[in-house]
């Protein structure tokens, strides 16, 4: 009898920080592999507010009971490389993306075309986040915690907290 390969997603993004609808897509992704490996990326065009190593124990803590409750694997890989070459590290058979809205498909589409060009053998799913979740963004997250707003619909408990400690500590 041949032996079935698990199956083995990548979800990347900068994940700064990790929100209520990067959990969404998680937990959905998770019903569709066996191993889901969450790729923590620099980002040449953006500044994050949290370091890497932040980013990733964030990252592992957040989705560790996600991959409890659906039986399956979760692995958090900090990168600085093209995904494709991240994704074939990995052994991922597919890259998992969420949508929050029309403006986010453009860009998206675009680079799952050039990420086909690389590496026609992993696919790319889209996964539109819940509608609760679809106007979160890390980016207004961090706006509305600089700005002493409440944050706490948005993100995790323990996110919020270390959001706020740099925000606190960070000059204005």
Known sequence: MTEIAPKVGLYPGTFDPITYGHLDIVRRGLKLVDRLVMG???????VPLFSLEERCAMVARETAPLAEKAGAEIEVVAFDELLMHIAEKVGAHIIIRGLRAVSDFEYE???AGMNTQL??????????????YQPIAS?????????GGS??????PRVADALRAKVEDKPS
């Open 119 to 132: 590496n026609p053998n992993i696919e790319t799913v889209f996964l539109m986040a819940d509608a609760k």
């Open 109 to 111: 589409f675009q680079m």
């Open 151 to 156: 944050i706490d619909g948005f993100i995790p």
């Open 139 to 147: 980016k207004l997250v961090k706006e509305i915690a600089h700005y």
């Open 40 to 46: 923590v990326a620099t980002n040449p065009g953006k």
